[in-house]
């Protein structure tokens, strides 16, 4: 029998960081995090007031998942502790499956986006301006084409309810600058390298991923990551990787250049809120319970098709 949806913990044997748009983020002392993913849902920056069954549960496994399959390119924020061994034991079913415990570290304030397909904003951008943020590409591109590389086009973090902007890497940069000045003071490292770092990671990231995914049947068209650095400014990736939520899935047997792919992650609500008469600002409209299922079911899909094993139950 699954776990019941979870959309907000209710954890009091450790003090409560934050609350973000799917994650409870609990310290673990001075050194550590407790990062549930619950079955919250965002959509236009926007918290749902309906859960997604299994989805906490999706998204810790395939970014676990991909956390130790490509931990050789960077190092990651998981440690190795058992979530339940950190909380009180009538608390362990809240965590049983959805949550990690991580390092601590400084987040960079930007979103690290990677796109290797032209959709979502970025189709929109080069239908515009002939480029995606800024960097030019190739006249006569469809609708889901496959860019020429992968493009490392950064974000600003927004806080609940407001929107990502993109920003150029100059900008990405001074961000990271102002951001680590402190953390960085004394390391020999600069906000501005560790930018770099980032980028770097992001993009080899992304490349070994969509390899491996495309041999799964998805196309990972694109994704966001996040990164932190620790005191002495070696960089990991956190948050979470390669997951439904930060990412664009596409079944590759229905892929069409020039047509908008099918997808296995939230599209499939944007797409029902797209038919309401809804201004895209809080409270947002309850979901169909057949809507909620069959987004939950997408999410599963991709997590069995990615990493090869059936979602525990």
């Not at 799917?22 to 926007?46: E, N, P, Q």
């Not at 190795?80 to 809240?94: F, H, L, M, T, W």
């Not at 102002?178 to 992304?206: F, N």
């Not at 979470?240 to 939230?266: C, H, I, M, Q, V």
Request: glycine fraction near 8%.
């Amino acid at each position: 029998m699954s776990l019941s949806p979870v959309f907000e913990t209710a954890i009091h044997s450790l003090p409560l960081i934050s609350r973000g748009k799917v994650r409870d983020i609990y310290a673990v002392g001075a050194d550590k995090l407790l990062i549930v993913a619950t079955d919250r849902l965002s959509a236009f920056d926007v918290i749902l007031p309906d859960p997604i069954p299994k989805k906490g549960q999706v998204l810790t496994a395939v970014a676990d998942f991909w956390f130790r399959k490509l931990a050789h390119i960077i190092p990651n924020q998981l440690v190795g502790i058992d979530p339940r061994s950190v909380v009180a034991p009538e608390e362990a079913a809240q965590v049983d499956g959805r949550a990690i415990v991580a390092r601590r570290l400084t987040p960079l304030p930007i979103e690290a986006v990677v796109r290797g397909y032209l959709s979502g904003s970025g189709w929109k951008d080069y239908q515009r301006t002939g480029a995606v943020c800024g960097l030019p590409l190739p006249p006569g591109l469809k609708l889901a084409a496959r860019l020429p590389a992968p493009l490392f086009t950064p974000a600003t973090k927004a806080e609940i309810g407001a929107h990502d902007e993109n920003i150029s890497f100059a900008e990405a940069q001074r961000h990271c600058a102002a951001r680590l000045a402190d953390i960085l003071r004394g390391s020999g490292k600069s906000g501005e390298a560790i930018c770099g770092e980032a980028r770097d990671a992001a993009l080899a990231l992304y490349r070994e991923a969509t390899a491996y995914a495309l041999s799964r049947g998805i196309i990972i068209a694109d994704t966001k990551f996040e990164f932190g650095v620790d005191a002495t400014g070696k960089l990991y990736l956190i948050d979470e990787a390669l997951t439904p939520d930060s990412s664009r899935f596409w079944p590759a047997d229905g892929y069409r250049e020039g047509e908008n792919p099918a997808s296995f992650d939230k599209q499939f609500v944007r797409d029902y809120l797209e038919t309401l008469d809804w201004n895209k600002k809080a409270p947002g409209p309850r979901l169909p319970a057949e809507v909620a299922a069959r987004t939950s079911e997408k999410y599963v899909e991709a997590c069995e098709r990615l990493t090869g094993e059936k979602l525990p139950e």
